[in-house]
């Protein structure tokens, strides 16, 4: 009876002590202090995802069939998420289980979270969303009185506040955030579109377009604004440096393939200078240059001569790029502010034309 009470023991013993061992085994693998972060992505663009912020980069390797998964220690806060294509914001601290899922076909509108934490990155993933359709960039810039701008901006400004405001389970910090960039923002908007009613008002449709002349063209040659007359022309003001402007160039490369061959030219007047290109207007064309090569750029590619302060740039009256301006045969404006290339307005508006 004995030695079976002390087998009985030795076995309790062996048993408590692997249980404690696995305990340990599971600690070691995903501690407390970390984040543990997983997900599939589907049409993955690159092989790698970047979870980063100013002072933070991890790189996360994606397998083959569009998984992933690491754990590693955070500063809690907000940190950018980038796919090699597209970005979008995460709200990171240690503890949290967060697994994703990710279409990069509809970007945006695929993200989810799941797990620990995953109420906070679902906030800024809504987030996006929601003030991207309030503030459709295109259907405010059809706003022509200023009036009107002020009162549609204060609405916006009120739903977004609602919005911000109903998510009372998501860290306090994200919506003081929120709430403390609304003001700035919608006063970029305004800014911005205000310049764009007083455009329209000092160069409306049917007047003569502000000209350039004998600019370098990455041909070798020069162009001139009266050299193109004839056709219509779709002007896109750039800089290599300008995010925004790089990615609208493959929606401008279709739009060259779909209307080849028809009644437009389209033409890019890049404004890079010595000020963005350490102080060298050499390397400025240089990367300009470059940039054309590697991307394999179509239409008409010009150099402004004096950058920003070129005088077709400052009589269009541009100070933000990209900026993008459609002008008739005849050389007189359509639209000093036309839609952009990713924009189904542009589209509406060429055919409206029948070109």
Known sequence: MRITEIFKTALMEKAMLLLILFALSSFAQDPPDVVILSGQIANQNSDSILVRSRSFKRTIQI?????????????????????????TNIFLRNGF????????????????????????????????????????????????????LENTLEKIKSQLTDFYDSNNLVDSTLIQSAKKNLEPMLSSYFKYLVGSIELKTELPEGSPSPTFTDYENVTG?????????????????????????????????????????????????????????????????????????????????????????????????????????????????????????????????LDSLKI
């Open 97 to 148: 289980n967060l697994h994703l899922t990710l279409d990069t076909k509809e970007f945006d509108e695929s993200i989810k979270y799941s797990g620990i934490g995953s109420e906070h990155s679902n906030f800024l993933a809504k987030k996006s969303l929601v003030e991207e359709k309030l503030l459709d960039f295109d259907a405010l810039s059809e706003i022509e009185d200023l009036a009107v």
């Open 63 to 87: 397998k083959e069939d569009g998984t992933f998964r690491d754990t590693f220690s955070v500063t809690e806060g907000t940190y950018n998420l980038y796919d090699g294509n597209e970005s």
């Open 221 to 349: 040659t020069t162009t001139s604004l009266g050299d193109l007359r004839g056709k219509y022309l779709y002007v896109d003001v750039w800089a290599t440096w300008c995010g925004p402007c790089k990615a609208e160039i493959p929606h401008l490369k279709e739009l060259e393939k779909e209307y080849h061959g028809r009644n437009i030219q389209f033409l890019s007047l890049s404004v890079d200078d010595d000020r963005t290109h350490g102080g060298s207007w050499e390397k400025a064309r240089a990367d300009w240059k470059a940039m054309i090569v590697e991307k394999e750029l179509g239409g008409i590619q010009l150099f402004a001569p004096n950058g920003w302060q070129s005088d077709f740039v400052t009589a269009y009256k541009i100070k933000g790029i990209p900026r993008f301006i459609l002008i008739d045969p005849d050389g007189n404006v359509i639209t000093p502010d036309a839609p952009k290339p990713s924009s189904a307005k542009l589209k509406e508006l």
